[in-house]
């Protein structure tokens, strides 16, 4: 196969066959492996072969930025780690993708069945791209910011777009990153330079990258056009493939990621023989959740009934363990403080203990989350034909004895 530079992880779970790569772990071992996902558990999205770039190549790799700018520039990662400061910040990637596969099974959409392990999450090193855009000086008329990967497929290079009033934002926490955990970025998440957008969907970090262009308008990329959309849930497949203007209408990109949670423990189908008063124990529900757009997961209920009550679990939000400068300080060259300190660029994770008994009593436990904008996962599915974005109420089966 045209990957086979690419070492991989046995655990992973291939989702498309054998080429492109697309994967995730274990919900299990991803959850196990803790807040940090280990890259070699780190989900993969390739649309196409991954560019191969020797170890001795990667100082050298260049990457230009023209468009709509007064000094339009050509620089290599040599250039970034030399000429600007460099930062490392915990963020989370999620595919829009994640969960599609509880839409799959209600209607066909266009894509494959993700589980809930389509995220993880990195401490990322790299420079932030509104210091970088400050050196290319963006001229008035720009308002987007292209982004263009090495990866050669059947409609052009991966490319898209976002606002560049968010790149130029150093809230937005946006980076051009060439490290994760520490450790070179692997062949199949970027090597040896990636974009990184903390709170918006994956598809917008473009991996391998050569080209930023600002420009007037959106992104007119094929990829940004006919991929990473929800479009109105009445759009049936063969309208969708009839009538290319559902896909031209800007309104229909994602940008932020929605608010979002799953169950770890409990598994699918995960078996407990059947306790009694004097066996009964205490168990431990838990799982993950994350906002959209810098929001913060602020509750994650838990219903045993069907969603006729809910129960608060405990949150935690281990990123802010990495928020460990003083007040005053603005950087320094390992953790960055680039946003406010309530906003959120990280999963978070809850759990509750209830006793074995009332968890077998039973028939499924549901997940909401909500997050600071009060945005609250809904009860029921929004289908849309690419399938992305779900996130209704999180359900794991109980399974009973017999
Ligand atoms: N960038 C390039 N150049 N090519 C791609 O196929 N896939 C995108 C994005 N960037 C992609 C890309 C999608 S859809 C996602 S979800 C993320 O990369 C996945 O990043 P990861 O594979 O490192 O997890």
Redesign the pocket.
């Known amino acids: 196969t045209p990957d086979a530079h690419v070492v991989r992880d046995p655990r992973l779970i291939r989702l498309t066959g054998v080429h ?1 790569f697309n994967t995730e772990a274990p919900l299990s071992a991803l959850y196990d492996s803790g807040f940090l996902t280990p890259q070699e558990l ?7 072969p991954v560019p191969k770039v020797e170890d001795s190549e990667s100082l050298d790799w260049t990457f230009t930025i023209d468009g709509l700018v007064d000094n339009p520039v050509t620089l290599s990662v040599r250039d970034l780690q030399t000429e600007f400061r460099q930062v490392t910040i915990p963020i989370t ?5 994640n969960r599609r596969k509880e839409q799959n099974t209600v209607r066909k959409s266009n894509g494959f069945s993700w589980g809930s392990a ?1 995220v ?1 999450t990195a401490l990322w090193t790299g420079v932030l791209l509104s210091d970088v855009l400050e050196r290319v000086r963006p001229k008035r008329k720009g308002r987007y910011m292209c982004m ?4 050669k ?1 059947p409609n052009g ?2 490319g898209t777009s976002v606002k560049l009033a968010w790149a130029k934002n150093p809230e937005k926490g946006m980076l051009l990153a060439w490290a994760m955990n520490g450790e070179p970025l692997q062949p ?3 090597k040896p330079l ?1 974009v990184v957008i903390p709170g918006q ?9 050569k080209k930023l262009t600002i420009t007037a308008a959106p992104s007119d990329n094929w ?1 940004h056009i006919y ?2 959309r929800v479009l109105p849930t009445m759009v049936t497949p063969a309208m969708a493939k009839e009538d290319p203007t559902w896909w031209t209408d800007e309104r229909y990109a994602i940008y932020d990621l929605s608010v979002n949670a799953a169950c770890a423990y409990p598994a699918h189908k995960e078996e407990h023989p059947a306790v009694t008063p004097e066996t009964d124990f205490t168990y431990k529900v838990q799982g993950y959740a994350y906002g959209g757009g810098g929001r913060r997961i602020t509750r994650v209920e838990i219903s045993l009934d069907k969603g006729t009550t809910w129960r608060l679990t405990d949150i935690t939000y281990p990123e802010d363990r990495y928020r460990s400068l003083p007040d005053d300080a603005t950087y320094n060259n390992s953790t960055f403080d680039v946003a406010d300190r309530e906003t959120s660029f990280c999963w978070s994770f809850w759990s509750l203990s209830i006793p074995m008994s009332e968890l077998q009593a039973a028939e499924d436990v549901l997940v909401r989350a909500q997050d600071e904008a009060m945005n609250i996962m809904p009860r029921d599915m929004y289908w849309s034909v690419l399938g992305m974005m779900n996130n209704p109420w999180f359900r794991i089966e109980v399974v009973h004895e017999g």
């Not at 780190?42 to 196409?48: A, C, I």
């Not at 969907?201 to 990258?209: E, P, T």
Request: glycine letters at 18%; a neutral charge; charged letters at 20%.
């Open positions: 492109p780190f989900y993969v999205r390739n649309h196409g990637l999620v595919c829009a993708g389509g993880s263009e990967g090495a990866d497929l290079y991966y199949d998440h970027g990636r969907i994956g598809g917008r970090s473009v991996k391998w990258l990829y991929d990473n």
